[in-house]
Every structure is written in C-alpha cells, then in structure tokens.
C-alpha cells in the first residue's frame, strides 16, 4: 500500500531546521508552538525515526534527518511551484515589496521582469530603504513582502542564500590606503556597520564615515570618486567599480538574505507567487 507525505509536515521540518528552533518556526508559519511540535511528531512517527535533536543549542537534525533535509527541500520546492503554475490566473491584485537599495538595483529587477511577464494582472509597488526600515514595514502591514540584508543567520526570516561581503573602491583608487580609512555608508544605520566595525576593531585599524546617507547613490558618488572604500555584496557591486583584495584590510563576515511574508495575516496568493519567484532568484 502507498504512503504519501505531507507537505505541510515536511514544511515544518525543514523551517524548524532553517530557523533552528520551534519558537523560530511557529513564528514563521503562523501556527503555535505545540502545533509545530506535534507536526515534527507526526512525521518522526510516519519515518520510525527521530529527525532532530532539541537542546540548549536549538534544533539541528539527526543522521536521518539530513537524508530527508535536501529531499524535502525538492518536494517543497516542486509542490509550490505546480501551485502557482496551476492557480496563475487567479492571481491578481497589488503588492507591496520592500528591500533594501542594492537589491532592488542588483539582481531583483530580473526576478521582478520575469513575474511581471508570468502574472500580468499582478501590481508590484516597490519600498526601498535600509533592512531595518524594511523589516518595520512588514510588522506594520505597510508591504506585503519583504527582502532583507541580515549579518549571520537570519531571524525570523525565511533564509534564502548567503552572499560574501567584500570591499569595494575606485577602479586603480588608493583610498584603501589612507589613515584613518575613510569608509562611506548608505545608511547611518547600515546594516553592514557592525561588521565593518568588528572587522577594523581586530588589527585596530583607525577608520572614519565619510558619508552616511539614506540612499545609494550619493555613497556609490563617494567612492567612484576614491574619496572612501564601501562594503557590498559581491555578486553585486556596480559598474565602475571593483573589489578590493589587498591583505591591509579584513576579511568580513557573509550576508544573509532573508525572505519575509506577513505576520499578522494570511499572505494574499499574489504574495506567495512572488515569495515562490524570489526563492528561485
């Protein structure tokens, strides 16, 4: 006799595993913590195996459940889009995606171009700011999606991929050279500030902020002109410009780019569409 699995169950898991805990993954499936526990129960039982193991350190999977993990992953995957294939012309409406200034102008704008040729009926409205100002506008239900820059392991967000941080400056510029280093931000909340900070902290490198602003381009102005050095994400650092690898300044830390739907409601199925074209990147 067949045996199917649940998506639904198999989505737990593999949150509980991403977010490394059942509070984490509750959170994010909009589902009690009892509920999300007693899923992972039902799936251990339907296996006769224990998937994860729970202590002082968070959740992490067993032996058996890193077989099931990449599995699962494929079957989320397939089921998800076969919904969206299936359900495209009843998706319809507005929606409002908030990310961060690099992204919008990195790599999201294919992402964006190919659903805009998939859901036609589909209004995409964009909010540019800082990952921070980002993530209020999704508790306050001002967007519908958001896509945020996250130092580590995201949040309470779905993680998508990390990216290398790296230096960037003038092609054949010197301001990599300069004491103090003069470092040009796009945000006086930058979310790349503290490891920028840490990182300079280690050889006590001297550094000062040449610009802190609230968009891209004056910082991108900055540096084009070999007044600073910035940090990006390296699959996007703009034209003109170049990373920068002498061994005088410090490695740093990945990038996490975390994918976030509304808390405080059901996502349209609009939103779930986009979410679903954004995991593909």
């Known amino acids: 006799m067949a045996k ?3 998506i639904g169950l198999l989505r737990t898991f593999v949150a509980i595993v991403d977010l490394g805990s059942v509070t984490a993954a509750a959170a994010r499936l909009h589902l009690s913590q009892s509920a999300v526990s007693q899923q992972l129960r039902r799936l251990e039982i339907l296996l006769q195996a224990q998937l994860l193991i729970r202590d002082h350190l968070g959740a992490r999977p067993t032996a058996a459940g890193d077989r099931l993990l990449g599995r699962a992953r494929e079957m989320i995957a397939l089921n998800d889009q076969l919904w969206t294939e299936m ?30 040729s998939a859901y036609p009926t589909v209004e995409i409205s964009l909010f540019a700011a800082p990952s921070t100002e980002v993530a209020k506008a999704l508790e306050r239900g001002l967007i519908d999606i958001a896509l945020v820059e996250e130092l580590g392991e995201t949040s309470r967000f779905e993680h998508l991929r990390s990216e290398p ?66 940090v990006w994400l390296q699959s996007m650092i703009p034209d003109g410009l170049q990373m920068i690898t002498e061994a005088a300044l410090p490695s740093l830390p990945p990038v996490a780019i975390g994918l976030g739907l509304p808390v405080r409601h059901p996502p349209s199925p609009a939103a779930l569409a986009l979410a679903q074209e954004l995991r593909g990147g």
């Open 165 to 230: 941080l790296v230096w960037i400056g003038a092609a054949g510029g010197v301001a990599h050279e300069r004491h103090p280093l003069p470092v040009s931000f796009a945000a006086a909340d930058c979310v790349f500030r503290p490891a920028v900070e840490s990182a300079l902290a280690s050889p006590n490198r001297a550094w000062k902020s040449v610009v802190d602003s609230e968009g891209t381009e004056s910082t991108l102005a900055a540096i084009r002109a070999d007044l600073a050095v910035g």
């Open 87 to 116: 359900t495209a012309g009843a998706v319809a409406g507005r929606i409002r995606l908030g990310a961060p200034e690099d992204l919008v102008s990195g790599t999201l704008h294919s992402v964006l171009r190919r659903f805009s």
């Open 4 to 6: 199917n699995f649940d």
